[in-house]
């Protein structure tokens, strides 16, 4: 369902800059982020047990990330279970919400957050900030929100654009995600982003730069040395140019001798 927020929304991350002295030129920060949950519905008490993000600057991968497990205090619906696979006891000796939440609004503070559906993934969010009574209580108040579910929706309107139809319409390597899982999520959306928004951006990624799920699989691919076999050049037929030699006279003779690609290939000709 379509949430009406607008494509992007954003709170008032205030700008940091130092009073006489000159302005740098600003880094675009954003982070690639997805969650993984109890269950569907905030208002029913579901909670977050997994966030993993991944950081852009200026469009490509950074190596920085945020991955952790959490415990939700609460029992996983076995619906869910069967989406992303996380059991209660996987989660038993894991950390609650509030004890991340400092590290994670630190890593994601003043960026802008890239997140598929994220009305979902926002409300989670907003409902663990209020849970703990944290002073920052919603996510829109430091970040700027980038939805990639209604870009997607924008540029493909009519077609699937889940997660997985736009990795098959950009040719994109999921081929690891069997289950769902928010940090193999966002670095395979990021992938996703970047072909959605900039076609080959992803492909001049820093060689040092922990490389995303499309990225990994791009690694074995090197450069084209010198000792690379010349192209094999393909020459037309005599029957081909025949039939090519007749097409043009017959182009020229129904234009009235007006057929420029003979006179092109006969510039000295009547």
């Avoid at 980038?146 to 493909?156: N, Y």
């Avoid at 995600?177 to 072909?195: N, Q």
């Avoid at 080959?200 to 076999?229: C, I, M, N, Y």
Wanted: one cysteine or more; hydrophobic letters at 40%; a negative charge.
């Amino acid at each position: 369902m379509d949430s009406g927020l607008p494509l992007r929304y954003s709170g008032s991350p205030g700008a940091r800059t130092t009073s006489g002295h000159k302005k740098e030129p600003a880094k675009l920060r954003q982070i690639v982020l997805d969650t993984e949950t109890t269950g569907l519905e905030p208002s029913q008490g579901h909670r977050i047990i997994e966030i993993g993000a991944v950081e852009l600057v200026n469009r490509r991968v950074s190596g920085n990330r945020f991955h952790q497990y959490l415990n939700p205090e609460r029992e996983i619906e076995a619906g869910a279970i069967e989406v992303h696979g996380i059991t209660n006891e996987m989660l038993a000796d894991k950390p609650r919400f509030a004890d991340i939440a400092a590290d994670f609004l630190a890593f994601v503070r003043d960026s802008e957050l890239i997140i598929h559906n994220a009305p979902f993934d926002v409300g989670f969010i907003n409902s663990e900030l209020a849970l703990m009574q944290a002073e920052d209580r919603r996510i829109e108040d430091l970040c700027r929100v980038l939805d990639t579910l209604r870009l997607a929706r924008s540029r493909h309107p009519g077609q699937k654009n889940d997660l997985d139809s736009l990795c098959k319409r950009y040719h994109i390597d999921n081929s690891q995600r069997t289950l769902h899982g928010a940090l193999l999520d966002a670095e395979i959306l990021a992938d996703v982003y970047l072909a959605m928004t900039g076609g080959q951006t992803a492909l001049f990624q820093d060689v040092a730069a922990q490389p995303t799920a499309q990225g990994a699989a791009r690694a074995g691919a090197g450069p084209v040395g010198r000792e690379r076999s010349p192209l094999a050049v393909i020459r037309a037929s005599a029957q081909e140019l025949a039939a090519h030699a007749a097409w043009m006279d017959e182009i020229d003779k129904k234009s009235g001798g007006k057929c420029v690609w003979k006179k092109l290939e006969n510039p000295g000709g009547t």
